[in-house]
């Protein structure tokens, strides 16, 4: 229909927001401006910068606007979806699924308000996915693990088993419905689309409702410009400001005597009747659109916002969610890869903490909360610290990278607050040195390397000398291949905000000696005129080479379900990446600087001895990483690599995290294991044992104080040290010295054996050792070792 419309000559500006509204002098609005594009993390212009463009008409359809006043708070409900190929079998196309209530209540009286949906599609795909409602109660409440315990219902595993996962996302609706439609006109122009709160929360439908406003709207746009006597002008004429807005006062009327509002009013008291628990909701939704067919004479008022309607974390009980298998349900993490979400390292974060709010995090949403947005986003974006950096109080952490866009943000907080950086930790901290903040915060894993007795070759960091040199040698190979390119922009940009601006943004002002100077209209602050150079790696020439790399190795990467994110996300396609940004917020850096990966990467080469000869220690025969920084290591660095000339890794081993309890480890749980602790109370080898026997490669462990100490007596102490004892005795170490082997021949049948069995068991622990996955290894050579206490 886009394309259509297009046709009939209606300018369409996908993937373009609105940014800024211009208004007249008489204070109407006279258009919408969108925003810079290509805007680095630092506040100025990348090699991608465009500047963003002012559209101006007699009439602007806004799709957002200061409309509320009289009507009731919206309601928002987030939705989480998966879309899986099923196999063929098991495929019906065209069948749909809804369902109301389970998992998200745990008793009748439940006020959670939520149901799932499940859409065969074409080409054995399935959409499925769970809307849970914004107002519930409880905020230990996690919508993605509801939608994961749900996914194991007999009636949803038995068409998803056998299939695999191919995409996840998230989106934040407006369930509000009827009573919640804001005031939609204003002068010069009016609100349509799903914002406006169209959707049918029950149906989990909107589109059909968002594209008969826009109708009804363009309708009463025409019809009022026709009225006006306005004549028709050419596509590339200029808006006249100081023409008078349109009044489309008449859209509003439409809508109300449309089938929007008549669908939208049978269903208006449903989701608010759940309020009062989920049994007497089921009953009354029964009764309102089955009975009386949504004519009830009555109206069930919502004058609270959802965030308001979250109760004090102590009135409830953390839940406890199953832990995902790897094959029907996912840790969060793995499941952000399939959500096709790609920031630039670069970019500047789109979610900040509001200065006037700054102490609302660590004062309210968590001591009182527990933290909810940790639970309520379906990307992991908000987490809090363990507070040492702040004297013992946690702090909000933004992962901005992760966001997939579902526009939940703060919905569910307290207060509406949402800019984390090193400078602002450090600031935290009491100093404003920022490279003696890093020292501090080396020195501290330094400590706990120490107290672990982790021994390394070297303990590497990015400010060392020599890696500096690595680095620089490391991109002029790249550069001189013509892989890293450079791009020249000019834009205002305000120093003290941090921020680059548009000229609508800025304004000229006489400052205290009468000069005419140009400063930024929100904050007063001077502005300058700033040119940057941006530099960006050619990873979108890379993907072939990687497709092929990963199709000719296939066991390159462990396990084998991180393979095939990895391939996934290589076959979905790459884009170039920012290698560079200018130093003035890094404080201890050259004019300009290796940014992020491509720096902490060449870590590895500077180990080997690189720029010089490297062949002795390159390529490594293991990177042993996180399954959260898999994408760097197995994308970026082998199209570095390659772009050098340099051999790749053999192979790339992703290891899953730890929890306890099977929940993620989190500050306001309270499950947060000290290492310092643990290594304190237990030592370093009871420790090491545990990780080793109960650590997992492709699933997270759960780490068990309990467990630890059961497995340490029952099979350290027990199995192995038995073993030791009776080996070391003085029946067999006379005086303490180990006698000679005897020759095979004269020794009995038995003895023999057991020589054998032990030649066997040296050759198989060498063996298993050399595999990724310790835990296998650990169990199956505790195992191996029981034959010899029995023996002696």
Partial sequence: MGEQAEEAGVEIYPGFSASEVIYREDGSVGGIATRDVGIGKDGKPKGTFARGMELRARVEVMEKFNLREGVQPQTYGIGVKEVWRIPKEKHQAGLVQHTLGWPLQQTLMDKTFGGSFMYHMEDDLVQIGVVVGLDYENPYINPYEEFQRFKMHPAIRKYLEGGECVQYGARCLNEGGYHAIPKLTFRGGGLIGCSAGFLNGVKIKGTHTAMKSGMLAAEAAYEALTASGAEPVAETAEINPEEPAIDISSYEGAVESSWIAEELKAVRNVHAGFGKGFLPGLLHAGVATHVLRGKEPWTIPNTVPDSAKTRPAKEFTPIEYPKPDGKLTFDLLSNLQRSGTNHNHDQPAHLRIKPELADVPSQESFPVYAGP???????RVYEYTDGSEANGVPQLVINAQNCVHCKCCSIKMPKEYIKWTVQEAAERSGTTDYKAFCDDVSARFGAVFAEADVSCSRFIRTSDADHREAVAAFWRAIRDKGHIYLGDH??????????????????????AAGNVVKVSKESGHPVEMLREENYKFRLSAFQDRLLQWLDDNPDVI?????????????????????????????????????????????????????????DHAWPADYHIVGKDILKFHAIYWPAFLMAAGLPLPKKVVAHAHWTVGNVKMSKSLGNVVDPHEMLSKYGPDFVRFFLLREGVLANDGDFNAETLEDRVNSELADTLGNLVSRSTGKSVLVKGIVPKRPQLDSLTAEDRELVVKGQALAMKVEQLFDTPDVRVSSWRCLKHHAIFPITI
């Avoid at 000019?490 to 400052?511: A, P």
């Avoid at 462990?558 to 095939?564: E, H, I, M």
């Avoid at 920012?578 to 404080?587: M, P």
């Fill in 373 to 379: 947005e940790q639970r309520f986003c379906p990307a």
């Fill in 490 to 511: 000019e834009s205002w940009y305000c120093k003290s905000d941090e921020s680059f601006l548009t000229e609508m943004q800025v304004e000229d002002r006489r400052d």
């Fill in 558 to 614: 462990v396990p084998k379900s991180r393979y095939n994110e990895v391939r996934a996300a290589v076959t979905g396609g790459l884009r170039d990446l920012s290698v560079s940004r200018l130093s003035e917020k890094i404080q201890w850096a050259i004019k300009h600087c290796v940014y992020v990966w491509l720096d902490a990467l060449t870590n590895y080469l500077t180990s080997a001895g690189y720029p010089g000869n490297v």
